[in-house]
Nanobody
Framework: QVQLLESGGGLVQAGGSLRLLCAASGRTFVTDGMGWFRQAPGKEREFVATINWDGVETQYADSVKGRFTISRDNAKNTMTLQMNSLKPEDTAIYYC??????????????????WGQGTQVTVSS
């Protein structure tokens, strides 16, 4: 059983940056594909970025491509999302998630087996 805990969210002005951290405990996630998703107020949760087990393969939603970077440190059992050039429309609760037993990333929510509780990101205009 893996528990995920997100941190690093907060309030930032448009154009600013934030770095989200997802820390795993209970079991290593070194063999699992991982991802970030977000849910804005009044909207459904959506895909943000995903990474395979060794960090070589990544995929991004079109809305964040070129601004966000996903990475992982398997030695520390952590995953990060570096968010630059933030926009008000990036305001959402950000969740990290993992795919138990699957080494590849995936942009589908139902491909993930365990989730964190989320961290709030608010971007002011």
């Amino acid at each position: 059983q893996v528990q995920l805990l997100e941190s690093g969210g907060g309030l930032v002005q448009a154009g600013g940056s934030l770095r989200l951290l997802c820390a795993a405990s209970g079991r290593t996630f070194v063999t699992d594909g991982m991802g970030w998703f977000r849910q804005a107020p009044g909207k459904e949760r959506e895909f943000v970025a995903t990474i395979n087990w060794d960090g070589v393969e990544t995929q991004y939603a079109d809305s964040v491509k070129g601004r966000f970077t996903i990475s992982r440190d398997n030695a520390k059992n952590t995953m990060t999302l570096q968010m630059n050039s933030l926009k008000p429309e990036d305001t959402a609760i950000y969740y990290c998630a993992g795919r138990y037993g699957y080494s590849s990333g995936d942009d589908r929510q139902n491909a993930y087996h365990y989730w964190g509780q989320g961290t709030q990101v608010t971007v002011s205009s």
